[in-house]
């Protein structure tokens, strides 16, 4: 499981250091698969798998829940268009899913309801100084539910 955790932590830092590196902070972690070349666009979604794939098995077998938000965020990478009518839903639901359930997963299952505590009210600063932060909240919101999981994670394995 520890190997499984710092593959998926290796793999998330590296391509937000990545992005961040070439592109600044953009707008959300997923507007990354339209700066990206077009022949590098399919990063994006190994990216979102190579995370969440490994935190389904990690998580799954303390709680379902962490199931069902893992597959939210695969959801994501796989409906990577989401300037695109047809992927657009299937993104937003798949990042509503992830972002909420794993964080309800981490306040019961965990029993580190501080740790959800404390993500939604950063998540809620950050929205309301949204303006001062150029509109970059998404982005923000995002990195503070995947290093949610990572503590929560983190905490469970040492």
Known sequence: MVG?????????VAYVATIVGLYGILPSISESY???PKK????????LWGFSFPAMIIGTPITGLMFFACA???????AAAFHQKITKTVHI???????VLSQVAIATAFGMWYVTVASVILSALVFLF?????NTHVFWIELICFTAIGLAYGVYLF
């Open 93 to 99: 639901v798949g990042a509503t899913l992830g972002m």
């Open 34 to 36: 339209y700066r990206l």
């Open 130 to 134: 949204r303006k001062h932060i150029n």
């Open 72 to 78: 939210g965020i695969m959801f994501v990478g796989a």
């Open 40 to 47: 590098w666009n399919s990063m994006f979604t190994l990216a």
């Open 4 to 12: 499984l955790f710092i593959t998926m932590v290796t793999i998330f």
